[in-house]
Each structure stands twice: as C-alpha cells, then as structure tokens.
C-alpha cells in the first residue's frame, strides 16, 4: 500500500512540475533575463528585454519609457545589487504575459544601499519570436 502511495505522490509532483506550457517558460526564462538584466546594469540586455513601446512604473509612482529606463539602470543612478522573486504567477493569453510576483532586493541607488520590498505586475508581449516587457507597475509591500 505504501507502494502505491508513493507512486501517486510522485505522479502528481511531476505532474505539477510539468503543469507549465511552453509559452509560460518562455515567460520565466524573459522575467529571468530582466532579474539579471536589471543587477547588471548592462545597456543591451536592457535594451534587448525591453519593448519599445515600455512603460516602466516604480512603487513612488513615477513612470519612465524605454529610453530612461535603460539609462537609469546603465548609469548606476538605480542600482540592483541582489534580487529575490518570491509567489511568481503567470498567465499567458496569445501574444500577452501577465506576471506577478512579489521583489525583495538590496539596491545601491546612487552609492547609497538600501532594501526594497515590492510587489509588481509585468506585462510581456510577444514580438517578432521573442518576449519583450511591455509595461511594470511596481507597489510598496
């Protein structure tokens, strides 16, 4: 009986394991991308994961574009030194990717460190085979 437990048991781990589709891993490995993109600071990276079109909201509520989203994290001006996704859901329908997902991280905005804990909503399109991040809106936990 035992037997037949644990075999349940691991059917229904791999079962949940492979519940992901193929677009949704897709989608984590681009909110992968942006987490590294974002600690690095690197101007193609940022650039690559970002969709022209960007609107980039912070939890104080100012909104950046593309344009300065890359620039801010490129100069140091925000800096990520570590970041940390926790409680990461995604929903893809067609072309679109809504994530969310809860961010704690050390940052070093302009030399100074500090935390954030944040929670925040991303929206990755899908353009030209790849997915790009179309707009984040980021709120204080």
């Not at 193609?44 to 960007?54: H, P, Y």
């Not at 050390?106 to 909503?121: Q, W």
């Not at 179309?134 to 936990?141: E, N, S």
Request: hydrophobic share 45%; charged share 25%; proline share 1%.
């Amino acid at each position: 009986m035992r037997r037949i437990y644990l075999v349940l048991l691991c059917s229904l781990m791999v079962s949940a394991v492979s519940a992901q589709t193929k677009a949704e891993r897709q989608v984590a490995a681009a909110v992968e991308s942006l987490k590294q993109a974002l600690i690095s600071g690197d101007r193609g990276q940022l650039d690559d994961i970002a969709a022209e079109g960007l609107s980039y909201g912070h939890s104080s509520g100012k909104v950046e574009d593309k344009a300065t989203f890359v620039e801010t994290l490129a100069s140091g001006k925000s800096d990520f030194v570590k970041i940390n996704l926790t409680d990461q859901t995604i929903n893809v329908s067609g072309k679109t990717a809504l994530v969310r997902h809860k961010l704690s991280a050390d940052i070093a905005d302009g030399g100074k460190p500090g935390t954030v804990s944040l929670g925040v909503l991303l929206v990755f399109q899908k353009q030209n085979g790849d997915w790009r991040l179309l707009a984040r809106q980021a709120f204080k936990l």
